[in-house]
């Protein structure tokens, strides 16, 4: 599918505004304690489960250079910043790429979807070049100040890094902005008590 095809495939998902996936809890799971991303040590802020009913779909883990426990905190932060997920069962690609797309639509503003949709379409059209992602198999995203953000799949790279910092944050609000897709997945993220997030979070 052409970046074009798949822009206008973006904004009628935008404009829906659809839900991604049902809310979960958090739990532990088992992530290296630390990471070594362009010449930087990033240590594990947090790791938690996502859930769609009472199924795994993926457990999670927040690499940064120094612990944080707000999205503000993240953003500010310098350095390499990772989001490491790995599947807890088979996933299509595609269907990825579709969460992708109407989870950064809820959890941000419309301008700011507005301007990145280039970047999410590249994206898009890197995980419908696969066909799926399996079991134990591992996805995420990645920044570094000066190159941008860049999908990896099993540790990799895939594509060409989309340069636009604001990209990085409109993605990783989807799990710890305001409006994330799951309050007690974004407390496991950030480290934080579970009743914190749901208190403070928007359902």
Not at 92 to 98: K, M, T
Not at 129 to 135: E, G, M
Request: with cysteine.
């Amino acid at each position: 599918m052409r970046i074009d095809a798949i822009t206008k495939w973006l904004v009628m998902l935008f404009l829906t505004h659809a839900c991604v996936l049902s809310p979960s809890i958090a739990a532990p799971s088992d992530f290296p304690s630390t990471l070594d991303v362009a010449g930087r040590r990033l240590g594990l802020n947090g790791v938690g489960v996502r859930y769609k009913a009472i199924f795994k779909v993926y457990e999670a883990g927040l690499y940064v250079t120094s612990p944080v426990h707000s999205m503000d905190e993240f953003v500010a932060l310098d350095g390499p910043k990772r989001l490491h997920l790995v599947a807890s069962r088979d996933i299509n690609a595609s269907e990825l790429g579709r969460m992708l797309v109407r989870g950064v639509a809820d959890a941000n503003p419309r301008d700011q979807v507005t301007r990145q949709l280039v970047g999410i379409a590249q994206v898009g059209e890197l995980f419908a070049s696969r066909q799926d992602i399996r079991r134990g198999e591992s996805f995420g995203f990645e920044y570094v100040p000066g190159d941008g953000t860049r999908l990896l799949i099993n540790g990799k790279a895939i594509g060409k890094a989309v340069q636009d910092a604001e990209f990085f944050t409109v993605v990783m609000r989807i799990w710890l902005g305001p409006l994330a897709l799951d309050p007690r997945l974004k407390a496991a993220l950030l480290g934080l008590p579970e009743v914190v997030a749901s208190a403070t979070t928007p359902q």
